[in-house]
């Protein structure tokens, strides 16, 4: 596989940062005291896979140790489970998460180290002047209704369904470049041609979104985009997929279960050329909420969880006598925070998304600043994360190779600068209740997606600091697809606790947050998708992701990330909670699970096997 030099550099420093942050201190996992001194434990991943003919097929073969075939592993996901099985579509991560099950790309990332490498594709080439990619598809694989995967299906999926603005936009906005999107050319039936008008260095990373079977799509396309929403929901018949990856969907219960099982047509095999997966079956329960969670992995209906500081020490005491492992793989690669509305448009109907009184508090700065300075983000870790947490303050995760270290630090609670704040812009308290100069009394809601009890915790917290300032504020926890319709569509919501997830390799990921007509702008959202009404800020935001995505070399990129994060910190549309250290149970019966920080502990499905 052939690589260009700027490639192979950004590659080289990827691989310093993270062997640095596989070797930096984190959270020792304790049942009284939490201290921040072990070590993660060096973790031996297997060589990449490789490309093997057999017959005439290009399978990508294993280089993990062979296991057992048969049996399943049972994880779970909060709240009401997928909206939908179409992966282009997806707007959660639930949804996401069954539909990269079904759906894979042409590379993806390697677990250890972040490099990018083949997966539909066998092998990939980068010209020197940094704008095509060619790549070479694997011959003979095929979909799981038996047709071949060809050069058809990658254009097909990037000309009329990415590229176009079906579904969720956020790939298509992701590789826009000053305005041009890339071209997508047929070489042969298995050879494709990318060709961007500029270098772009996220580029690369971008080409692991799902393809689209041509035979199954095509018709569905050519009715528009609202039959194209509705199809592969999560009433459609599960015989009805055709997928590309391991596991297909067998049967959904809504509020129960998903269950998936496995694709004997897969196109990757183990050392001794045998098809995997290995499992027969992956079963999402849908737990609902945490607190279910925790009881039904008690009761071991669950193989796997993610547990919660709240709950770490007594599942690390209980480890050595138990039938499961704890993994501590560091940072959470998201973050939390608490997001402002501060949308001054109105909606078709002329109405005010946000009251004009509200705008005015929302829109002011030091009022922003107050909320941040009230926070108390020790007391969040101490009592929510039970200490495996660190405060944020900052846009990128803590484990992030792009983190401004100048902006980590943060700072504590300290209610007479938050106070000074607020007499700065006219606000005053009156028997304990803040006013604004134009005597309204300061009330507005606070919402979180209700069963996640972190979230809620948080909720609570919040409020109870919010109130010091002599806020009235209403809590209002409510069902996850209403949340999302408040935050993307009605728009009409104050405050909200929200986390979104990350990658710690390429802040470009998060262009549809931050770029002001992105499909996730939370705090000044645009329907229109037009760039109208941008506050200064957002105007240096949009050219600083522009040229960030241009640029080249790590030190020029990491610049203008500085830069971004700068402005964040400094704005403060959204403000930084805190960091949660990632622990994650599973039972010691699964093989061939290597726990990565970048990834997880569950990320290949595919090898995973059940010991005998």
Same mark, same amino acid.
């Given at each position: 596989m052939k690589k260009v030099l700027y490639s192979a550099l950004v590659i080289i420093f990827i691989l310093f940062a993270l062997k640095l942050f596989i070797n930096a201190d984190i959270p020792e996992i304790e049942t009284v005291k939490i201290q921040k001194t072990e070590i993660l434990a060096p973790v031996k991943f297997p060589p990449t896979p490789k490309t093997v003919t057999i017959n005439g097929v290009d399978y990508m073969q294993s280089?993990?140790?062979?296991?057992?075939?048969?049996?399943? *592993?049972?994880?779970?996901?909060?709240?009401?489970?997928?909206?939908?099985?179409?992966?282009?579509?997806?707007? #959660?991560?639930?949804?996401?998460?069954?539909?990269?099950?079904?759906? #894979?790309?042409?590379?993806?990332?390697?677990?250890?180290?972040?490099?990018?490498?083949? /997966?539909?594709?066998?092998?990939?080439?980068?010209?020197?002047?940094?704008?095509?990619?060619?790549? /070479?598809?694997?011959?003979?694989?095929?979909?799981?209704? =038996?047709?071949?995967?060809?050069?058809?299906?990658?254009?097909?999926?990037? =000309?009329?369904?990415?590229?176009?603005?079906?579904?969720?936009?956020?790939?298509?906005?992701?590789?826009?470049?000053?305005?041009?999107?890339?071209?997508?050319e047929k070489v042969d039936d298995f050879t494709v041609k990318f060709v961007t008008i500029k270098p772009f260095a996220p580029f690369l990373r971008i080409l692991s979104a799902p393809i689209a079977p041509k035979h199954v799509f095509e018709p569905v396309v050519k009715k528009g985009e609202k039959y194209f929403q509705s199809f592969w929901s999560t009433t459609t018949p599960p015989k009805n997929f055709v997928i590309s990856g391991a596991f297909k969907l067998k049967e959904y219960v809504p509020a129960q279960r998903i269950v998936f099982e496995r694709n004997p047509d897969y196109y990757e095999i183990n050392l001794n050329g045998k098809k995997l997966p290995y499992l027969d079956k992956i079963i999402y329960l849908i737990v609902g909420d945490l607190n279910n969670e925790i009881l039904k992995f008690e009761a071991k209906e669950l193989d796997t969880i993610s547990l919660r500081g709240s709950n770490v020490g007594r599942y690390k005491k209980r480890e050595a006598k138990s039938d499961f492992v704890i993994y501590n793989i560091g940072p959470d690669t998201g973050t939390m925070f608490v997001a402002i509305n501060m949308n001054k448009r109105k909606n078709e109907q002329g109405k005010y998304y946000v009251t004009p009184k509200k705008q005015a508090w929302f829109g002011d700065k030091n009022f922003r600043y107050a909320i941040d300075w009230a926070i108390d983000?020790?007391?969040?870790?101490?009592?929510?994360?039970?200490?495996?947490?660190?405060?944020?303050?900052?846009?990128?995760?803590?484990?992030?190779?792009?983190?401004?270290?100048?902006?980590?630090?943060?700072?504590?609670? #300290? *209610?007479?600068?938050?106070?000074?704040?607020?007499? /700065?812009?006219?606000?005053?308290?009156?028997?304990?209740?803040?006013?604004?100069?134009? =005597?309204?009394?300061?009330?507005?809601?606070?919402?979180?997606?209700?069963? =996640?009890?972190?979230?809620?915790?948080?909720?609570?917290?919040?409020?109870?600091?919010?109130?010091?300032?002599?806020?009235?504020?209403?809590?209002k926890p409510v069902e996850f697809n209403s949340l999302v319709n408040k935050l993307v569509n009605s728009l009409d919501w104050d405050l909200v606790i929200m986390g979104l997830t990350g990658t710690p390799l390429e802040p470009h990921n998060g262009k549809n947050v931050w770029y002001s007509t992105g499909s996730l702008h939370l705090f000044n959202q645009r329907p229109d998708g037009k760039a109208t009404d941008r506050f200064d800020w957002e105007i240096k935001l949009d050219k600083i992701i522009d040229e960030a995505s241009l640029k080249i070399t790590f030190n020029d990129r990491k610049k203008l990330y500085d830069e971004y994060q700068q402005i964040i910190y400094d704005e403060k549309p959204i403000i930084y909670l805190y960091s949660p250290i990632r622990v994650i149970a599973i039972r010691k019966k699964f093989g061939n699970i290597f726990p990565s920080p970048l990834s997880g502990v569950t990320y290949n499905l595919d090898e995973i096997y059940i010991k005998r």
């Open positions: 280089q993990s140790p062979i296991g057992n075939f048969g049996g399943a *592993l049972v994880a779970s996901t909060i709240g009401e489970g997928p909206k939908t099985f179409n992966p282009f579509n997806t707007k #959660d991560a639930t949804s996401a998460t069954m539909a990269d099950t079904m759906f #894979d790309g042409l590379v993806t990332t390697r677990a250890d180290d972040g490099e990018v490498i083949p /997966k539909l594709a066998k092998s990939f080439e980068i010209s020197p002047d940094g704008k095509t990619y060619t790549f /070479k598809l694997r011959q003979g694989i095929k979909w799981s209704d =038996n047709k071949p995967i060809t050069a058809d299906d990658v254009v097909f999926t990037w =000309n009329k369904i990415i590229l176009t603005g079906l579904g969720n936009t956020s790939t298509r906005d992701s590789v826009l470049i000053d305005g041009q999107l890339p071209k997508v983000r020790q007391n969040m870790v101490n009592n929510i994360a039970n200490g495996l947490a660190s405060p944020l303050f900052t846009a990128e995760s803590l484990n992030s190779i792009y983190l401004n270290k100048n902006l980590a630090n943060g700072h504590t609670k #300290d *209610l007479k600068t938050a106070k000074a704040y607020l007499e /700065k812009s006219g606000f005053y308290w009156k028997k304990g209740i803040l006013y604004d100069k134009r =005597n309204n009394k300061v009330e507005f809601d606070l919402y979180t997606n209700a069963g =996640n009890t972190e979230r809620e915790a948080i909720g609570v917290m919040v409020k109870q600091d919010l109130e010091d300032l002599g806020m009235k504020v209403n809590f």
